[in-house]
């Protein structure tokens, strides 16, 4: 079965770092594209990056240029979201998603990023 865990959420100050992970089973890691999505409260879910071996990175959103990165490890199908300079507004659920012709298809469970002002 195809399974996406996320983890490494937590509670920051604004101006801190937190870096998720999302481990990946179920699929070979390197023939798909992994990506970064986030939903705040009373909000659509937004794309914020997406890795792949092919294609390499690409942001989705240009609010995180500068702050977030996204890097995988392939030896442990894991992909990770490296996130600083957080802001009040970054505080939302994350998923990280299977993309299959660029589209999302299998979801992890997501996990809460919640940064304090």
């Known amino acids: 079965d195809v399974q996406l865990q996320a983890s490494g959420g937590g509670l920051v100050q604004a101006g801190g770092s937190l870096r998720l992970s999302c481990e990946a089973s179920g699929f070979i890691f390197d023939d798909y594209s992994i990506a970064w999505y986030r939903q705040a409260p009373g909000k659509e879910r937004e794309g914020i990056l997406c890795i792949s071996s092919r294609e390499g990175i690409t942001y989705y959103s240009d609010s995180v240029k500068g702050r977030f990165a996204i890097s995988s490890d392939n030896a442990k199908n894991t992909v990770y979201l490296q996130m600083s300079s957080l802001k009040a507004e970054d505080t939302a659920l994350y998923y990280c998603?299977?993309?299959?012709?660029?589209?999302?298809?299998?979801w992890g469970q997501g996990t809460q990023v919640t940064v304090s002002s």
């Open positions: 998603t299977r993309l299959t012709y660029g589209l999302p298809d299998y």
